[in-house]
C-alpha cells in the first residue's frame, strides 16, 4: 500500500464519520481511497479501476469529468464561486428555473424553489404544503400520507415521511403527523377524519429506492393523482432518485403523464458534480404566499441557488440534448432485461430481478453486503440494500461495460 493511501485511511478512521455506516465495522476494514474518475469508471488511490455500478449513490448521469460539465464549471468560477440568493439574483439561477420549467407543459409547474440536497427539497415542498393550508382557509389539513417502506431523507420533517424502520422510528415520535398505507386500496380505505386533516401525499413515483428497488404497479401513479384530485389533496412526487433519465424518460412521473403539485429534485440535477436541489410547484401555490411579510416562506439556505451548482446543472441539460441522452439510452435498458434475466437463470441464488428503466435491483436469498464487496475484486462498485444488490450505472456507460457489470455480480455471487 502507498504511504499516502495509508495516512488518507489512517486519518479516515481518526477523524471521520460516514453515512449509514456502523463505525466499528469500517474502523476495523479497509476502504478504498476513490481519487479519479473517468466516464462510467473510478479509480482508487492504488490505480485499480472499477465500474461505478451506482453512480456514486444515484448522483453521476452522463459520467466523471465529462468535459462540457467541467467547461461549465470552469467558466462559471472565471466570474463567481457563490453570491447570497437572500436579496439577491444570479444570472444561472434564472437560466436554470426557465430551463426545467420548460421540460413541463406550460401553465403547470411555473416556480422554482432551490435547496441543497434531496432532504430539503422534500422539507420544502413539505412546509410549502402547511403553509398554503394556512393561508387558504385550511388550517386544519397539517397531516401528510406515505408509503410503507418509504425513504425520503434524512432531515426531521423528510424522516417523518420514511417508513424503513431501521433509519426512522427512532425519531418517530419527534416529526411531524404522518399515515402509512401500502398501496391505493389502504389509501381508498383511510377514514374520513384523516383525508379531511391532510395536506399532501407524497411517493416515489413509478419505483421505491430504498425499499430493495420496487416498481409501483402500472397506473397507480395516475390514479393516486386522481384520488388527491377528488380529496382537494396535494400530491408531492419525490423524483430525487428518477430524475433526469433513470428511469428512461427524464421525469418518472411523465411516463403517465402525472404532474404533481409539488416536484423534488436532486442527485442528477447538477449531473452528479455538486449539491444541489430544486422544489418544483405551481402559480397556484406561489400566489398563496403573496400579499405581504406575514406571508412569505420563510425558509433557505446560505448555498441556495448557488450559481456553480446551477452551472453544472445547466451543462448537464446541455448533454442530454447534445448527446440525444434519452435516445441512446433505451437500448441499454433493453440490454440490461436481457442480462438480468440471463443473470437470474443462471444464479440459483437470485430470488427476484427488478428493472424500472436503467435501474435495476437483483434481490438475493441471502445478505447481498458481501456479494457487493467482493464484485470489488472484479471490477465493480455498488452497494447493497439489505437482500438486494443495486445496479444503477451512470447512463453514458457502454454495452460492454453494462456485461461487464453483470460479469462480476455474477462471479462475486459465486463467490459468496
Not at 471521520?16 to 466516464?39: I, K, M, N, S, Y
Not at 379531511?196 to 413515483?205: K, L, M, Q, R
Not at 440534448?321 to 439510452?329: F, P, Q, W
Request: hydrophobic share 45%; proline share 6%.
Amino acid at each position: 500500500m502507498r504511504d499516502d493511501t495509508r495516512a488518507w485511511i489512517e486519518a479516515d478512521k481518526a477523524r471521520c464519520w460516514h453515512p449509514f455506516t456502523p463505525q466499528d465495522a469500517w474502523t476495523a476494514g479497509e476502504p478504498l481511497v476513490l481519487v479519479r474518475g473517468e466516464g462510467a469508471w473510478l479509480r482508487d488511490s492504488e490505480g485499480r479501476k472499477y465500474l461505478d455500478g451506482n453512480s456514486s449513490i444515484w448522483t453521476n448521469i452522463h459520467g466523471h469529468n465529462h468535459p462540457h460539465l467541467n467547461a461549465a464549471l470552469i467558466r462559471q468560477l472565471g466570474e463567481v464561486a457563490h453570491t447570497s440568493y437572500l436579496g439577491f439574483a444570479n444570472p444561472r439561477a434564472s437560466e436554470l428555473s426557465e430551463r426545467l420549467c420548460a421540460l413541463f407543459p406550460a401553465g403547470t409547474l411555473d416556480r422554482v424553489f432551490f435547496s441543497d440536497d434531496g432532504s430539503t427539497a422534500i422539507e420544502c415542498a413539505m412546509k410549502m404544503a402547511i403553509q398554503f393550508r394556512q393561508q387558504t382557509g385550511e388550517p386544519e389539513r397539517t397531516g401528510f400520507i406515505a408509503f410503507d417502506q418509504a425513504y425520503h431523507g434524512d432531515t426531521l420533517g423528510a424522516a417523518s415521511l420514511g417508513g424503513v424502520a431501521r433509519f426512522h422510528d427512532r425519531f418517530r415520535k419527534h416529526g411531524l403527523p404522518v399515515h402509512f398505507v401500502a398501496d391505493l386500496d389502504a389509501l381508498r380505505a383511510l377514514p374520513d377524519d384523516v383525508v379531511a386533516s391532510t395536506a399532501a401525499v407524497v411517493i416515489e413515483p413509478l419505483i421505491q429506492g430504498v425499499n430493495e428497488m420496487r416498481p409501483w404497479p402500472a397506473g397507480m401513479l395516475r390514479e393516486l393523482r386522481a384520488w388527491c384530485d377528488e380529496h382537494g389533496i396535494h400530491l408531492i412526487l419525490d423524483e430525487v432518485m428518477t430524475g433526469f433519465g433513470r428511469t428512461g424518460k427524464m421525469f418518472a412521473c411523465q411516463h403517465e403523464d402525472v404532474i404533481p403539485d409539488f416536484l423534488c429534485l436532486a442527485k442528477g440535477l447538477t449531473g452528479g458534480y455538486l449539491p444541489m436541489a430544486a422544489t418544483l410547484t405551481t402559480s397556484s401555490v406561489y400566489d398563496a404566499f403573496l400579499g405581504g411579510p406575514e406571508r412569505a416562506f420563510y425558509y433557505g439556505h446560505s448555498y441556495t441557488a448557488n450559481p456553480l451548482g446551477c452551472a453544472a446543472a445547466l451543462a448537464s441539460l446541455d448533454v442530454f440534448e447534445n448527446e440525444r441522452t434519452l435516445e441512446s439510452l433505451q437500448p441499454k435498458i433493453a440490454l440490461m432485461a436481457e442480462l438480468l434475466a440471463a443473470l437470474k437463470a443462471d444464479c440459483p441464488a437470485i430470488i427476484d430481478v427488478r428493472q424500472c428503466g436503467f435501474i435495476a435491483g437483483i434481490e438475493f436469498d441471502r445478505d447481498a453486503a458481501p456479494i457487493c464487496l467482493a464484485a470489488r475484486d472484479h471490477g465493480l462498485l455498488t452497494r447493497p440494500i439489505r437482500n438486494t444488490v443495486v445496479l444503477m450505472p451512470p447512463l453514458c456507460i457502454t454495452g460492454p461495460d453494462l456485461r461487464r457489470a453483470f460479469r462480476a455480480i455474477d462471479a462475486a455471487a459465486s463467490e459468496k
